[in-house]
Structures are given as C-alpha cells and as structure tokens.
Nanobody, 121 residues
Framework: QVQLVESGGGLVQAGGSLRLSCAAS????????MGWFRQAPGKEREFVAAIGSITEYSDSAKGRFTISRDNAKSTVYLQMNSLKPEDTAVYYC?????????????????WGQGTQVTVSS
C-alpha cells in the first residue's frame, strides 16, 4: 500500500505561483510513476502532469507547470506559475505501480485526498 498526502494549495491571484507537494509513504520507491490530476466543480477529473520514465503535461499545463520528484524524500512536486482562474480546482496526486506515464485517471492505483487551489481574477 502507498499513502499519498498533498499540500501547498491555497488562494492566489491570477498570475501568481504555487508549489504543490505530494508526500508518499508505505511501499514507496522510484519505480512508481506519479501524476497530478485536478477536478473543478461540475467537471470530470482531468490529467495535469505525470513523471515516470518520461514527463508529460496537459496542453493547459505545458509551459506553465513543472512536475518534479525527489526520490530521497519520496515527494513529488508541481510548480505552477502564471496561474489563471481556470486553474481553480482540487488537485490530486496519484501513483501507479510502474514507470510508464499514462494520462487516464483509471490507470493509477493510489490517490491522495486532494488540495484546493483557488485562483482569483
């Protein structure tokens, strides 16, 4: 089992930055691909970024967000710059049991509880 705990969400003005963290515990290791997803009210959960054998970003995240990991700390980060009101959502961290990076939320085995990001205009 792997437990994931997100932190770093909050309220920020448009154009600002936030860094989300996802701390993993349990049977962790560098052999997991890690992803960030988000879900806005009334919308489906959507892929944001993932890191494993490669890194991938959604079109909306590309150029503004950066995913990284510190295996020694079992932590994954999502640096979000140039935030827009449409980035407002609950952001979830997820892990899957191999290093292949995939975009479907159903491909991930473990999930955190989420952290709220609100971007004001």
């Amino acid at each position: 089992q792997v437990q994931l705990v997100e932190s770093g969400g909050g309220l920020v003005q448009a154009g600002g930055s936030l860094r989300l963290s996802c701390a993993a515990s349990g049977r962790t290791g560098s052999s997991y691909a890690m992803g960030w997803f988000r879900q806005a009210p009334g919308k489906e959960r959507e892929f944001v970024a993932a890191i494993g054998s490669i890194t991938e970003y959604s079109d909306s995240a590309k150029g503004r967000f950066t995913i990284s990991r510190d295996n020694a700390k079992s932590t994954v980060y999502l640096q979000m710059n140039s935030l827009k009101p449409e980035d407002t959502a609950v952001y979830y961290c997820a892990a899957r049991r191999n290093m292949i990076v995939l975009r479907g939320s159903y491909e991930y085995d473990y999930w955190g509880q989420g952290t709220q990001v609100t971007v004001s205009s």
